[in-house]
């Protein structure tokens, strides 16, 4: 009996151990924006995160998350994108497609954005995880089919908010590693260094959204 016991706490225990997630990695840390990595069991892909403080409040960068055509502006390598479907103010689908470099295809994907806040807190989540098939699979794209995708954002006393944003997604297809690399790591900063940017924009500026305290 207590070998039986004994067996079944180290199975436990190693059980534990492997699905223990990796710490993250400093991979960037420039214009005070930090970008970290880390492996993902079984996906030759690391995801991503992203922290740093915004000149913003939480309705103005809502705001420009939920702009889809203006994504445009400040999204890595972003080709084209639209409006799928509004399900409320806080909620829609989208389409979106990514430029990649000759001779790797297209990607695209669906994503799906809800916007949330913790009613003591204030912190807002935005969630964006993809959906593969809502609209066809188009020629000579390859369809991104797994992608999560997280923004929280914590509004400060300094008229400041913080900003965390976590990511990974499965590009399909066979990638080579240069381009992974630059998507992964070059991506995301490139994205906030234009994110900062497109969130001084006089659309923006004074938004107030109905569903948000602040």
Same mark, same amino acid.
């Given at each position: ?22 710490p993250w990695t400093l991979s960037t840390n420039k214009e005070g924006i930090k970008v970290y990595t880390r492996h993902v069991p079984n996906s030759k892909i690391k995801a991503i995160k992203v ?39 806080? @909620?829609?689908?989208?389409?979106? #497609?990514? &430029? %990649?470099?000759?001779? +790797? ?7 799906? =954005? !809800? ?23 188009? @020629?000579?794209?390859?369809?991104? #089919?797994? &992608? %999560?995708?997280?923004? +929280? ?7 400041? =908010? !913080? ?20 998507f992964i790591t070059q991506g995301p900063m490139e994205s906030f260094k234009k994110l900062k940017v497109q969130l001084q924009k006089p659309v923006y500026k004074n938004t107030k959204i109905a569903?948000?305290?602040?």
């Open positions: 009996m207590y070998r039986k016991i004994t067996l079944l706490l180290l199975f436990i225990i190693t059980l534990t151990i492997a699905n223990a997630e990796e922290e740093c403080s915004l000149n913003a409040t939480p309705a103005q960068l809502v705001a420009v998350l939920l702009d889809i055509k203006g994504s445009q502006d400040w999204v890595y390598h972003t080709k084209s994108v639209s409006l799928i479907k509004q399900v409320s103010p806080s @909620e829609l689908y989208y389409y979106s #497609e990514v &430029s %990649v470099p000759w001779p +790797v295809h297209n990607r695209d994907f669906i994503a799906h =954005i !809800k916007v949330t806040q913790d009613p003591t807190t204030k912190v807002v989540t935005v969630d964006a995880p993809c959906l593969p098939d809502m609209i066809p699979v188009k @020629e000579d794209i390859v369809r991104i #089919e797994h &992608s %999560v995708g997280k923004w +929280v954002i914590t509004p400060s006393d300094n008229g400041q =908010i !913080k900003v965390e944003y976590t990511l990974h997604v499965d590009a399909g297809g066979s990638v080579p590693a240069w381009l992974l690399n630059m569903y948000l305290t602040e």
